[in-house]
């Protein structure tokens, strides 16, 4: 069982006081899917962020960053402008040597000022103002072509890549036909090609219709593991999706299969598990009774006398070696959540039915200093992990070394409040080109994709 660390303490000794973030727990178990992060676990970083001249984005000296695209300028397709509010994204390789292919949500609500172009072929419902863009990225870090690669979804928040090389698009609404204008049911997943060449409108109904965040696709067998960030208490369930066509490829999970919810034995809500390194064995998977969710959503549906195991804020998820992770952002007993934590970063393996807390953020200190709410995470070529934090204050992407070392990756420097209440947009959807050269991250708002560059080395 690991000793819990004290923010203060850890991050002096990290040389990173002041970021606000500190790590507990089994941490080398999140490094087990890459096998570069496995190799090393040295230094702490790349040095303390740098004042930005232009105001937009501090990084660590010799990084450099190239703003790809802005919401409102416009599309190079000629569609229409950038759409607003950029979140979840994945990194593809493209045709030609060091190209990379990027596929970007928009979660636009009816109210979004750019939605994202309605194009035919392409849009599942007009009204839905959601949906992705795609862009090449060349060899040299220019953008060739960025075009609409879905349209008329909504809320369009995260997703995951597939081992068959396509972008599940995850829409975070329940909201059904005939409210907000919608002209069909929401709530679904959409799969679409990176390469533009087969993405069709169509929902993957039998993953369920709730309040999808994230996916992550275990490689062996193609079973989906899904997050749901629910507002309202009850919160949130963990799901995995066993398909019909196991085998995968572009198409495979229309064909069907079975959605389960994970059931942790006499835990109905993960927030109350404060020591990391706590392990539960046996874990449960429940048939869910109406995927579809025709009259009651389906953190409300009938689960049997035993329930279901709830989480407040459940986001990222990623499939690293044997097992897949998932975050639980964070949870608020004002909010209706059992515990109080700023984070979780849990591990789930299949063959074992095993879940474990893996990391523990906090303490439990003022919520409003920046470094709560981890959001999206991916692991980092170089050796352990990136992660987004969507909180209060200022907004950093964060790295964590396999040496359980926090360090400062990014911090955004977009104000988009006042000089007197500043506020500063969250970061989203970062990911590495395939060669680990180039990381690219989004801030939320204003919709901005970047791409960084610079001395990477293995950490």
């Given at each position: 069982?690991?000793?819990p660390v004290t923010r203060r303490r850890l991050l002096a000794g990290s040389g990173t006081l002041g970021a606000g973030i500190a790590f507990t727990g089994a941490v080398e178990a999140l490094f087990s899917g890459c096998a570069q992060a496995?190799?090393?676990?040295?230094?702490?970083?790349?040095?303390?962020?740098?004042?930005?001249?232009?105001?937009?984005?501090?990084?660590?000296?010799?990084?450099?960053?190239?703003?790809?695209?802005?919401?409102?300028?416009?599309?190079?397709?000629?569609?229409?402008?950038?759409?607003?509010?950029h979140d979840g994204m994945a990194a593809f390789a493209g045709r030609r040597p060091g190209e990379v292919l990027l596929v970007r949500n928009h979660e636009n609500r009816p109210n979004a000022a750019h939605r994202v172009p309605a194009v035919?072929?392409?849009?599942?419902?007009?009204?839905?103002?959601?949906?992705?863009?795609?862009?090449?990225?060349?060899?040299?870090?220019?953008?060739?072509?960025?075009?609409?690669?879905?349209?008329?979804?909504?809320?369009?928040?995260?997703?995951?890549?597939?081992?068959?090389?396509?972008?599940?698009?995850?829409?975070?609404?329940?909201?059904?036909?005939?409210?907000?204008?919608?002209?069909?049911?929401?709530?679904?997943?959409?799969?679409?090609?990176?390469?533009?060449?087969?993405?069709?409108?169509?929902?993957?109904?039998?993953?369920?219709?709730?309040?999808?965040?994230?996916?992550?696709?275990?490689?062996?067998?193609?079973?989906?593991?899904?997050?749901?960030?629910?507002?309202?208490?009850?919160?949130?369930?963990?799901?995995?999706?066993?398909?019909?066509?196991?085998?995968?490829?572009?198409?495979?999970?229309?064909?069907?299969?079975?959605?389960?919810?994970?059931?942790?034995?006499?835990?109905?809500?993960?927030?109350?598990?404060?020591?990391?390194?706590?392990?539960?064995?046996?874990?449960?998977?429940?048939?869910?009774?109406?995927?579809?969710?025709?009259?009651?959503?389906?953190?409300?549906?009938?689960?049997?006398?035993?329930?279901?195991?709830?989480?407040?804020?459940?986001?990222?998820?990623?499939?690293?070696?044997?097992?897949?992770?998932?975050?639980?952002?964070?949870?608020?007993?004002?909010?209706?959540?059992?515990?109080?934590?700023?984070?979780?970063?849990?591990?789930?393996?299949?063959?074992?039915?095993?879940?474990?807390?893996?990391?523990?953020?906090?303490?439990?200190?003022?919520?409003?200093?920046?470094?709560?709410?981890?959001?999206?995470?991916?692991?980092?070529?170089?050796?352990?992990?990136?992660?987004?934090?969507?909180?209060?204050?200022?907004?950093h992407v964060f790295g964590v070394t396999r040496g359980r070392r926090v360090y400062p990756m990014a911090r955004n420097r977009q104000n988009i409040g006042t000089a007197d209440e500043p506020e500063w947009g969250e970061f989203a959807g970062?990911?590495?080109?395939?060669?680990?050269?180039?990381?690219?991250?989004?801030?939320?708002?204003?919709?901005?994709?970047?791409?960084?560059?610079?001395?990477?080395?293995?950490?």
């Open positions: 069982m690991a000793v496995a190799e090393v676990g040295g230094t702490a970083g790349y040095g303390p962020l740098l004042p930005d001249p232009e105001g937009v984005l501090d990084l660590p000296r010799g990084f450099r960053y190239t703003v790809l695209s802005r919401e409102g300028e416009p599309l190079r397709s000629g569609q229409g402008p950038v759409p607003s509010h035919d072929g392409l849009t599942y419902d007009p009204e839905g103002k959601g949906g992705c863009t795609a862009l090449e990225v060349d060899a040299a870090g220019r953008v060739r072509a960025e075009r609409v690669a879905i349209a008329g979804t909504a809320v369009n928040c995260a997703g995951g890549p597939t081992p068959w090389g396509t972008w599940l698009t995850c829409e975070e609404t329940e909201e059904t036909a005939g409210t907000n204008g919608y002209t069909k049911d929401h709530g679904f997943v959409f799969e679409v090609d990176p390469r533009g060449r087969r993405t069709e409108p169509v929902p993957l109904t039998a993953l369920g219709r709730f309040q999808h965040e994230a996916v992550a696709v275990d490689p062996r067998d193609g079973v989906v593991y899904e997050t749901e960030d629910a507002f309202q208490r009850p919160f949130g369930l963990f799901y995995r999706f066993l398909p019909n066509r196991p085998r995968g490829g572009f198409g495979s999970l229309r064909a069907g299969g079975r959605l389960e919810a994970m059931r942790v034995p006499d835990v109905p809500d993960l927030s109350v598990v404060s020591e990391p390194g706590t392990v539960f064995e046996r874990i449960e998977w429940v048939k869910v009774p109406d995927p579809l969710a025709r009259s009651t959503p389906i953190r409300l549906q009938d689960f049997g006398p035993r329930g279901i195991t709830h989480a407040q804020k459940l986001e990222g998820c990623y499939w690293g070696g044997d097992r897949v992770y998932f975050v639980s952002s964070y949870a608020r007993s004002q909010e209706g959540s059992t515990g109080d934590h700023f984070g979780q970063v849990w591990s789930y393996e299949p063959a074992r039915r095993r879940l474990t807390l893996v990391v523990v953020f906090g303490p439990g200190t003022d919520v409003q200093t920046p470094g709560e709410s981890p959001d999206n995470i991916c692991l980092a070529p170089q050796g352990g992990l990136m992660v987004c934090e969507d909180g209060d204050g200022a907004q970062v990911t590495f080109s395939p060669d680990g050269r180039t990381m690219f991250v989004n801030v939320y708002e204003p919709g901005t994709t970047f791409a960084i560059t610079g001395p990477w080395r293995r950490l």
